[in-house]
């Protein structure tokens, strides 16, 4: 694997206020900031309201200018392209917004939004671009025939789709999702994650998911940026991340996540507090008002994100030193029996279901359901 | 499934009031289109034996000083008076579009220009449309330009202000991401949903412009008296009015229908466009 996607010591200082005689204060909203996205992967950035993440999305597409720092698309700086040069890449980089309302334009039709990258990148005749137009609102599961309405007339689940068919209109290889769930109903968020991962596989995207909700991430993500006050906390591959998280912020995350295992009662790692304020962040390392491990060197010293096997890095000086992790396991725990022949059952009708339909299941149900239930009376 | 334009109409006419105002309007409009051919007389052809005569079946609203025939006179009148107003709606919705435009989407260039309409916004509207007026001489060219000068900031006004709220919306971002230019994001995306209050100010300048053009003329600061427009009628016949009260009546009822009409088509445009503004943003 390669690396499609560079960032390095990005960084984004906002200046508010500041007046004739008052000193601007300087928000540090991202600071210093580095990673690589590989090829067909998926990234996930998490992190609270706030941490600078999506701030991150934005100068990965260079929406807004990084203070400090670079980024480089298939060996190309982003920096260093005028404003045509940028224009031309940006085919190949696309986002996908988190409000599904106002990311559209209300006063253009679905065709005109969707059909725009095309126009843009002068594709074919009209008539061309109206057929790829509608072939697009059908990959993202749209009736063709409802391309002349507006987005008003569009539920948020179906106007997310319309934002994904645009983004995918330029045939991009590197999409960004910043909260593309968020604004979505619970049963419309699986749904709207269920298309991306459709087409990631189908257009063979690269993703990067940005997220503030770790159940969401989970699910379709290869590795996770966990940030934290503008700065990243921990890199991990998803499986390690949420069975054995490192850095205390990670923990507190995972512990904040409930588990659909009855009986369980983890004790909870809440954090307490407010988020700091990235215009004036603490000292040291930016967790330690908040963290339950905080020692003396923690207030001076700023951690460095350190290598810790098997493609992780961790900033916190203590993360070797930690007692074990106990909440986040529980849901990567084996499985007992009975639950394992659920699983499986759930499976099995999933699988029919796809093949031959829902009828299909309904014939079937009964009888596998007597067997399971008898098996699980015999056990 | 209905027309856009066809809803369009339903909706904004939804209220009768304003389906008057539109008839009225429609009805002053193609008067002025049609003028040579709906007049009965010659605006200008004087008849001194039939002068100051009240309304008759020959001359239904009466004849004036020289003998012409009001209700021609009017007619006449609104090609001039409904022309000026519809030239100085078109050159202060341009300017004032593409200039309020630039101020609220270029942060750099919104004080100085802001300044330079607050500065113009200070001067008593009249009083600067005399002044020009009286600089520049007394022509119906330079009344437009005159009342162009004193409506654009108003126009500016509405436009940033409408554009500094879209340019902060998730779409206009999104257009960056997939490319677009910043021409085309001011020109379509911006323009598209700043369009509906500036068209609403369009038909409060139009009534404003009519009463001003009218204004100006009776002063006499406006088109020289011998084209007729609705203000000159006025001015030249105020001193017969003690006695032929049709020669300013007439003309003084077409201003007044004419400006309500535009204020109150106005009124129905923003009504309908208001709270499918405020769904969009």
């Not at chain 1, 054995?244 to 995350?253: G, N, S």
């Not at chain 1, 396991?329 to 009975?338: F, I």
Request: charged share 20%; hydrophobic share 45%.
């Amino acid at each position: 694997m390669s690396a499609i996607l560079q960032a390095e010591g990005l960084k984004k200082y906002f200046k508010t206020g500041g007046g004739l005689f008052s000193k601007p204060t300087v928000v540090r909203a991202v600071d210093g900031v580095s990673f690589a996205v590989q090829k067909g992967e998926t990234l996930a950035i998490v992190g609270e309201s706030g941490c600078g993440k999506s701030t991150v999305g934005r100068m990965l597409m260079r929406l807004i200018e990084p203070t400090a720092g670079t980024v480089t698309f298939e060996g190309q700086d982003l920096g260093a392209l005028g404003e045509t040069g940028l224009r031309k890449l940006r085919g190949a980089m696309q986002m996908v917004f988190q409000d599904p309302f106002s990311s559209l334009n209300p006063r253009m039709t679905v065709a005109d939004i969707v059909g725009e990258p095309l126009w843009l990148h002068g594709e074919g005749s009209a008539r061309e671009r109206r057929e790829k137009t509608l072939e697009l609102l059908r990959t993202v599961g749209l009736r063709p025939d409802l391309a002349d309405r507006y987005p008003h007339e569009f539920s948020g689940g179906q106007r997310q789709r319309i934002g994904i068919a645009r983004a995918l209109a330029s045939s991009p290889k590197l999409v960004i999702g910043d909260e593309p769930v968020s604004a979505l109903d619970v049963s419309i968020q699986a749904q709207v994650i269920n298309l991306l991962e459709d087409l990631k596989e189908r257009f063979a995207l690269t993703l990067i998911i940005i997220a503030h909700d770790l159940a969401v991430i989970r699910h379709m993500s290869d590795r996770v940026i966990v940030m934290y006050l503008g700065s990243i906390v921990e890199v991990a591959p998803t499986g390690p991340l949420y069975s054995e998280p490192l850095h205390p912020y990670t923990r507190a995350l995972l512990s904040a996540i409930p588990l659909p295992v009855p009986g369980h009662h983890a004790e909870r790692k809440l954090l307490e507090g407010d988020i700091p304020s990235p215009a004036n962040p603490p000292s040291g390392c930016r967790f330690h008002t908040r963290c339950p491990y905080a020692q003396k060197r923690c207030v001076d010293e700023v951690p460095a994100l350190r290598d810790a096997g098997a493609g992780r890095m961790a900033a916190c000086h203590f993360f070797e030193d930690l007692p074990p992790e106990t909440a986040g396991r529980a849901l990567g725990a084996a499985d007992s029996p009975a639950k394992a022949r659920r699983l499986a059952l759930y499976k099995q009708f999933r699988t029919l279901r796809d093949t031959q339909g829902p009828e299909a299941v309904l014939r079937a149900s009964t009888p596998t359901m007597e067997a399971v239930t008898r098996g699980e009376q015999s056990s | 499934m209905q027309s856009p334009a066809l809803l369009f109409f339903r909706r904004l006419f939804r209220r009768k009031l304003v389906l008057l105002a539109a008839v009225i309007l429609l009805a002053l409009v193609l008067a002025a289109l049609l003028a040579p051919w709906v007049t009965p007389f010659d605006p200008g052809a004087m008849k001194l034996v039939r002068r100051l005569k009240p309304p008759s079946e020959l001359n239904w609203l009466g004849t004036d000083e020289y003998g012409r025939d009001v209700l021609s006179r009017i007619i006449f009148g609104a090609r001039a008076s409904l022309g000026i107003g519809a030239a100085v709606v078109v050159i202060s919705m341009t300017i004032g579009t593409v200039v309020g435009l630039f101020a609220g989407f270029f942060r750099r260039l919104d004080a100085p220009v802001m300044r330079v309409v607050d500065a113009t916004m200070a001067l008593p509207d009249i009083l600067l449309a005399i002044f020009l007026v009286a600089v520049l001489g007394a022509s119906a060219w330079n009344v437009i330009f005159a009342l162009s000068i004193v409506y654009t900031p108003r126009v500016v006004r509405v436009v940033r202000a409408s554009t500094l709220v879209v340019r902060e919306l998730p779409f206009v971002e999104a257009a960056r991401a997939i490319g677009v230019s910043t021409r085309r994001i001011l020109g379509v995306h911006v323009l598209l949903n700043v369009a509906s209050p500036v068209l609403v100010q369009a038909t409060f300048i139009f009534a404003y412009a009519v009463l001003a053009e009218a204004g100006l003329s009776f002063l006499g600061a406006g088109v020289p008296p011998e084209t007729p427009t609705w203000g000159t009628m006025i001015a030249s016949g105020q001193q017969y009015a003690d006695d032929a009260f049709w020669v300013v009546l007439f003309p003084g009822v077409a201003i007044v229908l004419a400006a309500l009409s535009l204020q109150i088509l106005g009124d129905g445009l923003r009504d309908m466009l208001d709270p499918k503004l405020r769904k969009a943003v």
